[in-house]
Each structure stands twice: as structure tokens, then as C-alpha cells.
């Protein structure tokens, strides 16, 4: 089993351009997660999803969209990226939301 | 919404030494997990607490979980190189996903 999937695993983006973060797992796993981490500090809550089709807003939502078609994958959609944005981005997911989720490798992305 | 704190931000230990981390939370907790997050890495389930006063044991790793909820700690006993990395406890949101405390950050010295 691949579990969670990120790519890219690193972006350069300049200030005001867009771009989608990948997610896909492969767990059949019906809670997806986007966290931020920037340097030194925990996790936000970016956008979750409990299933296709569902998805709600976290702790951090400003600047970004997400979408969930289906099970397995849960991009995050960055429009107009600022400086601000620089960050790793990790997605997870969940068979229920209240158990241990599994974690992507992350994406380092930084806005110049 | 739910926010956790943890003590301390760093600690840095002798290997061989001791480490405790401490998770606390204004509110009652319907239970709480516990990650590590080796440096560059991503962070990595380690277990979850449900019923209070629990306590579970990994190995040289004691979680355990307070009487009234509102706090966990995880111990670690005779530090290894290995256990380098941040510790974060998170708790449960109402049931839709869990909020993350900022980390201990752990380093061993050998």
C-alpha cells in the first residue's frame, strides 16, 4: 500500500500565481485532511472532508480551495499566492474521525 | 474551538536520560493521540488515549491520560538517538478532526 500521496514534494511560486496540491490514498479512507506547518510551529487545519463531496473549512482556510470527487483524492487549490503561504503542506487521512491519521510526506512550498 | 498547549517548547537530554512532555487542555477531552515528528519528516501516529486515567506502554514509551481528561503526558525512558524529533499531542474537535498543540521538540545528545 502507497497510504498518502503528495506531489509535488517541493514548489517555487511567485507572488499571484495559483497552483494544486495533490493528495490521493489509497486506505479507502473516508476522512481527508490539509494541515500547514510553517518552520518551528505545529499543525493548522487548512479544509477537511468526511467523504465525497463533503468538505468544510478549518482554522486557516483564507487563500485556499479544496474539492473531493471522490474517495481517494483531496487536492488543495492555492489561487493568488502570497508570501504568507510559504509553508509545508501535509495531507492525511482517517478511516473515522476520531482515530490516528496517516500522513502524506508533505509538500515544501515556498512564495517568492 | 479546541486548543491544547505543551510543555515544554524544547528539552534537550543526555542519552540514557529521562524525557516527559505534558499536553493540557482548558476542556474535558473525549480523548487525545499522540505523534512524533522526526526532523524533515512527517508526523507519524503514535497512539491514542480514550478512558481516564489510561495508561499504554510502547516499548520504552508511556503514554497516559488524566483522571479528569483535561491533560496527557508521554514519558520516555532511557532516550536513544533514535527518539530525536518533535512530540505533538492533538485532541478531538467535536468528533470532525483534531487540533494539534505546537510540539516538544526533542534532542539527545550522545
Known amino acids: 500500500n502507497a497510504g498518502v500521496t503528495q506531489t509535488p514534494k517541493f514548489r517555487i511560486l511567485k507572488i499571484g500565481q495559483s497552483m494544486t496540491l495533490q493528495c490521493t490514498q489509497d486506505?479507502?479512507?473516508?476522512?481527508m485532511y490539509w494541515y500547514r506547518q510553517d518552520p518551528g510551529m505545529g499543525l493548522k487545519l487548512i479544509y477537511y472532508?468526511?467523504?465525497?463531496?463533503?468538505?468544510d473549512k478549518g482554522e486557516v482556510p483564507n487563500g485556499y480551495n479544496v474539492s473531493r470527487s471522490t474517495t481517494e483524492d483531496f487536492p488543495l487549490r492555492l489561487e493568488l499566492a502570497a508570501p504568507s503561504q510559504t509553508s509545508v503542506y501535509f495531507c492525511?487521512?482517517?478511516?473515522?474521525?476520531?482515530?490516528?491519521?496517516?500522513f502524506g510526506s508533505g509538500t515544501r512550498l515556498t512564495v517568492v | 474551538g479546541q486548543q491544547v498547549m505543551q510543555i515544554p517548547q524544547y528539552q534537550h537530554v543526555q542519552e540514557g536520560e529521562d524525557f516527559t512532555t505534558y499536553c493540557n487542555s482548558s476542556?474535558?477531552?473525549?480523548?487525545i493521540q499522540w505523534y512524533k515528528q522526526r526532523p524533515g519528516g512527517h508526523p507519524v501516529f503514535l497512539i491514542q488515549?480514550?478512558?481516564?486515567?489510561e495508561v499504554k506502554k510502547q516499548k520504552r514509551l508511556t503514554f497516559q491520560f488524566g483522571e479528569a481528561k483535561k491533560n496527557s503526558s508521554l514519558h520516555i525512558t532511557a532516550t536513544q538517538t533514535t527518539d530525536v524529533g518533535t512530540y505533538f499531542c492533538?485532541?478531538?474537535?467535536?468528533?470532525?478532526?483534531?487540533?494539534f498543540g505546537p510540539g516538544t521538540r526533542l534532542s539527545v545528545l550522545p
Open positions: 492525511a487521512s482517517s478511516q473515522t474521525g476520531d482515530y490516528g491519521y496517516t
Open positions: 486506505m479507502n479512507h473516508n476522512y
Open positions: 472532508s468526511v467523504g465525497a463531496g463533503i468538505t
Open positions: 476542556t474535558t477531552l473525549s480523548n
Open positions: 488515549l480514550v478512558k481516564s486515567g
Open positions: 492533538a485532541a478531538d474537535n467535536y468528533g470532525q478532526n483534531f487540533v
